[in-house]
Nanobody, 118 residues
């Protein structure tokens, strides 16, 4: 199982950013993929859930506090999920990880860092 996040970077408050997570080594189209975020240097497993992206119809469940700014989608043909973030705030600064539960374990990517700053 391999997950690779990309798309992070430096953005000003109020800006937008789209993150990508490409998966391989498992049946991507039947898997629920989630995005978490965590402070740099801390374990992603202890981070905060951002969104679950379901497999059956691609529906998403964004945590309530972020619903008005974040959304997510998936492209099973590309084995990729996306996290679309708008009206970014300084407190959105974090390392963003995607994860999938397979074989009794959560598998994590290496993360992509988002810095919201002036």
């Amino acid at each position: 199982v391999r997950l690779v996040e990309s798309g992070g970077g430096l953005v000003q408050p109020g800006g937008s950013l789209t993150l990508s997570c490409e998966g391989s080594g498992f049946d991507f189209s039947t898997s629920v993929i989630s995005w978490y975020r965590q402070a740099p240097g801390k374990a992603p497993e202890l981070g905060d859930l951002v969104v679950d992206i379901y497999n059956s119809d691609g529906s998403v469940n964004v945590v309530e506090s972020l619903k008005d700014r974040f959304t997510a989608s998936r492209d099973n043909a590309k084995n990729t999920v996306y996290l679309q973030m708008t009206r970014l705030k300084i407190e959105d600064t974090a390392v963003y990880y995607c994860t999938v539960f397979k074989g009794g374990n959560f598998h994590w990517g290496q993360g992509t860092q988002v810095i919201v700053s002036t």
